[in-house]
């Protein structure tokens, strides 16, 4: 029997030629994942002095830009090698993340973040600008430092709000021009309650759609300002800013802005287009404060005579005049115009943050939320934090117990305990036992119903493993003979060690209560539970799931050792071998044709056979079937579709975006920002 070696370049070239044929014009990449677009979870710069209960927005701006000169005479191009009298430019796209809200003393606080250039998907401060909107209206600049940045600093720091991006903001909220208020109470014929201070011709283009056309220049421009004329009068300026929305619920919320303009000089006319796209608004709107400000700014302005009434009562966006209320902030209200730095003052104390609980799962310990404690301490306040390592072997209701014992030792009560695998099944006994500690629990790939899994000995699993990847491995000589070989030899050595955790051992007390139909679990899903529920699932792709566990056990899902990466890696080295045996059959190298043929079929078997033993026609981390992961009875499930495998899911992003929600939106835990 000849030895795999020898078609190991025919196998390498099938499998280019089957990359290649897979990519599409349209971008997408045959069998990849294309899931919806998540919610950036958080930011990489915390602003400490932002009221977490107050209004406030975040969201993420894409903004590309077109220039078109059209000469009087003509100029050489470079490019071309010929006169033209038509240039265009196309400016590179600018990412950012923007979040804005008030500070304790009603300051508007605003931060910008580009995008990230790096690795691993971290946002990284770039431009680093704090903007602090005084009581003046002038927007004063610092850095991530606290030292003042002057307006007119050439490197590229933005002059004003960052949210100026979006077109005059200067209202009474931070939301204005961005969320409006829809009042009608027809589905079917939607109407904004008003324009918010928009002025601009309003249609619709269907129901869910909203554009308000505004002028740029002219006797009154959208700024509200005098008409800007070009250098020559003759050939005045002219342009449209057009926003359009999105109906969300009882909101219509801001998804582009379209601004085109047009100035002439003798020389040249100059026609720009800027395009700005908004991806996962986040708001908050707090209807008392907003009131309030209004309020305040509509006395102000009758305080200061007819004047001030007519700007109070222009259609027109108005600055924000926020007054003095107590004596001792006096100074602090001061304009602070460019080049003098703002009065020194302390902040009020953060607000008391909540309690909390992160529980591991079998066979681990503290240390599996090592990613996932600091991206949500960056994000929220947190009051009492434990993550506590108990012995997860131990039968669950003793460690359950054990958990009780550390969580009354704190004196604290109200926690909300976040547990993965069996460790939401351990967090779900301490609140059904002990409802005065528990404020909530939130599960991640916990085995409600019991793990399939659970129901093999660990040698019958491990020799059927192992079976199936000496059939893939055969005739290798060393991993890297082929991609086959790599396959085979990874899962052996990265894998199999972790899934024999979930099979049964007599000497693993915990895997009984992980069996489906076990007395643990039917006694934790016959108990009543008063505390509030979330269950989290994460439900990969099924293919070359064993590799994508190997990868997750080891790295990050998304870094270039991780499961994502790997489980790619391993459709890539299947795309090749089919390709090399078709290839190989049209030119009539059977032998070849049978090898290829061969090691795509092992691996086709390696899927079937672990799909069979975990979840056979069900979703699935990998470990833990689709069904068994929904809460039972839950207030919200929050499935997470293309997911990470199940040793993957405590590190991941996805997982993160998921918790943030969760304990944003079902448990109000005071945000940071």
Partial sequence: MPTRSRYRLVAMAAGAAAVLAACSDDGFVAGADVAPAQPRAMMAYSEPSMDPADTYVSMESDVQSTTTVTLAQPVYDASTGQPTTQLTFTGANDSRTIEA??????????????????????????????????????????????????????????????????????????????????????????????????????????????RITSPLFGETSVLGAPAIQSADASRPNQGTLTRT????????????????????????????????????????????????????????????????????????????????????????????????????????????????????????????????????????????????????????????????????????????????????????????????????????????????????????????????????????????????????????NYAIDQVLQYAIDAAVPAQIDLQPGNAFVGQLNSTPEYFTRVGIQSYADKRFILARLGGDAFCNPESGCGGRAFASYAQWAYNGFVGCSVIASLLGYWNTAYWCAYISRRMDDVDRGWDQLTAPGMTSDGIVQGPSQVYPNANRQYPINGGDSHVGETKSDKTRDRLITTLDGEFAVPRRF
């Fill in 101 to 210: 809200g008030y500070d304790y003393y009603d300051r508007v606080l605003s931060n910008t973040y580009r995008k990230p250039d790096g690795v691993n998907g971290e946002y990284g401060v770039a431009d680093p600008v704090r903007t602090i909107k005084t009581v003046g209206s002038d927007y004063n600049q610092y850095d991530a430092g606290g030292s003042f940045v002057p307006a007119d600093k050439p490197d590229g720091a933005v002059h004003t709000s960052p949210l100026t991006v979006l077109g005059p903001l200067q209202g009474v909220s931070i939301t204005q021009g961005i969320v409006i208020e829809d009042a009608s109470s027809d589905p079917g014929t939607p109407r904004p309650q008003s324009t918010g201070g928009l002025d601009g011709e309003v249609d619709f283009p269907n129901q869910g759609t909203m």
């Fill in 245 to 492: 929305y999105k109906r969300h619920g009882k909101n219509w919320v801001l998804q582009e802005v379209v601004s085109e303009a047009t100035a002439s000089t003798s020389e040249a006319t100059f026609t720009t287009r800027e395009v700005t796209r908004l991806r996962n608004v986040r708001f908050r709107i707090n209807k008392e404060k907003e009131a309030k400000r209004q309020k305040t700014t509509r006395e102000r302005a009758e305080a200061a005579g007819p004047q001030g009434r007519q700007a109070s009562s222009s259609s027109q966006l108005q600055s924000v005049q926020r007054p003095c209320e107590q004596s001792y902030l006096t100074e602090l209200c001061s304009p602070i115009g460019p080049g003098r730095e703002p009065e020194p003052y302390t902040p009020p104390p953060p607000p008391a943050g909540s309690n909390v609980v992160f529980q591991h799962g079998i066979f681990s310990n503290a240390g599996t939320w090592a990613r996932m404690d600091p991206w949500l301490s960056q994000r929220f306040y947190f009051n009492t934090k434990l993550v506590p390592s108990l012995s997860s072997t131990d039968r669950l209701y003793n460690q359950a117990t054990d958990l009780i014992g550390r969580i009354s030792a704190t004196g604290q009560n109200n926690f909300v305990l976040v547990g993965h695998s069996q460790g939401g099944l351990i967090s779900r006994s301490v609140a059904q036992r002990r409802g005065d500690l528990a404020r909530g629990v939130v599960t991640i790939g916990s085995p409600h119903q019991g793990a399939l899994l659970a129901r093999n000995g660990r040698t019958a699993l491990a020799d059927f493993l192992n079976g199936q990847l000496n059939r893939l491995y055969f005739g290798c000589s060393s991993p890297y003979q082929d991609p086959g070989c790599y396959v085979a030899w990874f899962i052996s």
